[in-house]
C-alpha cells in the first residue's frame, strides 16, 4: 500500500486523483493514427476502425490489455487484418507521434507536490517492445501505478480500481478519477469516486484545479 510523503495536507476534501493514460495523460491520439495510415498507404480510418470494430482485433486487444498476451505477439497478429506486411513494433509506429498532455502532465505533478496520493489507472496496449508511458516520461508522475496486463484485468471490471483505492490506502470517497471513455466512469462512481470525463474539449483541467484546489500552469 502506498505510504504518503509528509508533503503536506491537500488543499481540498480529497486526497487521492487516479489517472487514466491514452486520451487524457496524452494528446489525442486520433490524428497521429490517421496521418501514420496515411504514410503507410491505408486509408486514414484504418486504424481506428480496424480496432473498434473487427471481431478478431477487438478480442486481440482485449487479451493484449488483460496480458493474456504481449505486444509482439498482438503486433503479429493484428497487422494482417490492418494490411500492413511488417509488424515489427506495429503499436510502437502507429503512436511514435503521440505525446503527452502538458498541461494534465504539470497537473499531476501539482497534485502530488501538494500532498495527493496521485495514481495512475490505464488500461495496457502493452509494455515490450514499445512502452507508451516511458516514451511521454509520466512514470515518474505517481506514487501509485495499476495497468491492467500486470494485473490481468481491464477497466471496467471492478475489481481493477477497488485495487487501486487499496493500493492507494484511500476511501473512494476521498479520490477523483479521470477517463476518456464514458464506459469506465460507473464502476469508479459506484466506489464513491468522484469521476471527470476527459472528452477533448476545453476546461477539463481547470475543473479538476477547481476540485482539487490547485493551480497549475504549464511551464
Same mark, same amino acid.
Given at each position: 500500500?502506498?505510504?504518503?510523503?509528509?508533503? +503536506?495536507?491537500? =488543499?481540498?476534501?480529497?486526497?487521492?486523483?487516479?489517472?487514466? !493514460?491514452?486520451?487524457?495523460?496524452?494528446?489525442?491520439?486520433?490524428?497521429?493514427?490517421?496521418?501514420?495510415?496515411?504514410?503507410?498507404?491505408?486509408?486514414?480510418?484504418? &486504424?481506428? @476502425?480496424?480496432?473498434?470494430?473487427?471481431?478478431?482485433?477487438?478480442?486481440?486487444?482485449?487479451?493484449?490489455?488483460?496480458?493474456?498476451?504481449?505486444?509482439?505477439? &498482438?503486433?503479429?497478429?493484428?497487422?494482417?487484418?490492418? +494490411?500492413?506486411?511488417?509488424?515489427?513494433?506495429?503499436?510502437? @509506429?502507429?503512436? /511514435?507521434?503521440? +505525446?503527452?498532455?502538458?498541461?494534465?502532465?504539470?497537473?499531476?505533478?501539482?497534485?502530488?507536490?501538494?500532498?495527493?496520493?496521485?495514481?495512475?489507472?490505464?488500461?495496457? !496496449?502493452?509494455?515490450? =517492445?514499445?512502452?507508451?508511458?516511458?516514451?511521454?516520461?509520466?512514470?515518474?508522475?505517481?506514487?501509485?501505478?495499476?495497468?491492467?496486463?500486470?494485473?490481468?484485468?481491464?477497466?471496467?471490471?471492478?475489481?481493477?480500481?477497488?485495487?487501486?483505492?487499496?493500493?492507494?490506502?484511500?476511501?473512494?470517497? /476521498?479520490?477523483? !478519477?479521470?477517463?476518456?471513455?464514458?464506459?469506465?466512469?460507473?464502476?469508479?462512481?459506484?466506489?464513491?469516486?468522484?469521476?471527470?470525463? /476527459?472528452?477533448?474539449?476545453?476546461?477539463?483541467?481547470?475543473?479538476?484545479?477547481?476540485?482539487?484546489?490547485?493551480? /497549475?500552469?504549464?511551464?
Amino acid at each position: 500500500m502506498y505510504q504518503p510523503a509528509d508533503t +503536506g495536507t491537500p =488543499p481540498s476534501t480529497y486526497r487521492g486523483l487516479i489517472l487514466d !493514460f491514452a486520451g487524457v495523460l496524452t494528446v489525442d491520439a486520433l490524428a497521429v493514427h490517421r496521418e501514420w495510415c496515411v504514410n503507410q498507404g491505408l486509408d486514414p480510418e484504418a &486504424w481506428r @476502425r480496424t480496432l473498434n470494430t473487427h471481431p478478431v482485433v477487438r478480442k486481440l486487444y482485449a487479451d493484449l490489455e488483460a496480458g493474456r498476451i504481449g505486444q509482439a505477439e &498482438w503486433n503479429e497478429k493484428t497487422a494482417p487484418f490492418l +494490411g500492413v506486411t511488417d509488424h515489427v513494433n506495429l503499436m510502437g @509506429r502507429a503512436w /511514435a507521434g503521440v +505525446g503527452p498532455a502538458l498541461d494534465m502532465v504539470a497537473l499531476a505533478r501539482a497534485a502530488r507536490h501538494a500532498g495527493y496520493a496521485v495514481a495512475m489507472l490505464s488500461n495496457s !496496449f502493452g509494455l515490450d =517492445p514499445y512502452d507508451p508511458y516511458a516514451a511521454c516520461g509520466v512514470w515518474e508522475l505517481f506514487d501509485v501505478t495499476v495497468v491492467s496486463e500486470r494485473e490481468g484485468i481491464a477497466k471496467p471490471d471492478p475489481a481493477i480500481y477497488r485495487m487501486t483505492l487499496d493500493r492507494m490506502g484511500l476511501p473512494g470517497e /476521498a479520490c477523483v !478519477f479521470v477517463d476518456d471513455h464514458p464506459a469506465n466512469l460507473p464502476p469508479a462512481e459506484a466506489l464513491g469516486i468522484t469521476t471527470v470525463l /476527459a472528452d477533448g474539449r476545453p476546461g477539463t483541467v481547470a475543473r479538476l484545479e477547481s476540485l482539487l484546489g490547485l493551480a /497549475a500552469p504549464v511551464a
